[in-house]
């Protein structure tokens, strides 16, 4: 009996990935992000290339990059790698507040038989195309997560001079 509970919750807990999986999928296609109001049509651009590779390391072609600022979706060629992007360079209250030439974007990864893959911070340079990230994608039977997250950190240099800042404004207090 037990059997037969652990795998009927194991069936339901699939579903409800892919279902979750679809919505997400489909309300960035249909342009959520792009009718943002903090992502005005004039903001200025910069460029950014993804390479996506399994755990082996192995390039993933067919992989489905989404950038969620812009709604664009873009594919991976054999070499695991979507074309030279071109990504929305929004300004936030944390990048002027010391200007580091850096700006963020979020990266959602979607291929057939992986885990969702969502990349929040994604790091893109003011007037430069960045080669990267590289990320890795889990296949489904890799792991019982419904998907993986993670977060880029501002530059080491960057986070310093951040650091004196908030503290010479607590100075100030």
Known sequence: MKKHVKRGVFVLLIIAVAAASCLITSAIKNGFAASDPQTPSDAP?????????????RAVEGATVTIAESGESFTTDS????????????ET????????GFSFVTVVVTRQGYVDY???NCLVYRARTRSGPSITLF?????????VSTVEVPPEDWTKEFLRYIKDRETEQ
């Open 45 to 57: 651009v910069t460029a950014l290339q993804v390479t996506v590779k399994d755990l082996l390391g």
């Open 139 to 147: 296949t489904v039977t890799q792991t019982s997560s419904p998907f």
């Open 93 to 100: 209250p944390l990048t002027k507040t010391v200007d580091g």
């Open 79 to 90: 070499a695991g790698k979507t074309p030279v992007m071109t990504v929305p360079f929004l």
């Open 118 to 120: 969502i990349l929040y």
